[in-house]
Nanobody, 123 residues
């Protein structure tokens, strides 16, 4: 399994960014896909997750209503649309995947990770 995250950058507070995670190496229909982030000096934290097959989505309380996770089957890509960005959203964002039927919100619950993409939100 290979995950390639992209789309990070510098944006002003209140702005938007869309992160992409291109997945390859497997058929992901039985996978859970997640986004995590890690700010300097802090632990990696859960942001959002979904079943690749569709259905429910899951969000951290800090991003609910502002971020949206989705996927494009044809492109084998998972997205994280981030709106109304705040300076506290500044972090390296990672996509992750796990072959499971249960969505977990801890990093240890995911076997596969992308390389991370930096999001910086200026005030």
């Amino acid at each position: 399994v290979q995950l390639q995250a992209s789309g990070g950058g510098l944006v002003q507070a209140g702005g938007s960014l869309r992160l992409s995670c291109a997945a390859s190496g497997r058929t992901f229909s039985s996978y859970v896909m997640g986004w995590f982030r890690q700010a300097p000096g802090k632990e990696r934290e859960f942001v959002a997750a979904m079943y690749w097959s569709g259905g429910s989505t899951f969000y951290a309380a800090s991003v609910k209503g502002r971020f949206t996770i989705s996927r494009d089957n044809a492109k084998n890509t998972v997205y994280l649309q981030m709106n109304s960005l705040k300076p506290e959203d500044t972090a390296v964002y990672y996509c992750a995947a796990d072959y499971t039927r249960v969505v977990v919100t801890t990093p240890r619950g995911y076997d596969y990770w992308g390389q991370g993409t930096l999001v910086t939100v200026s005030s």
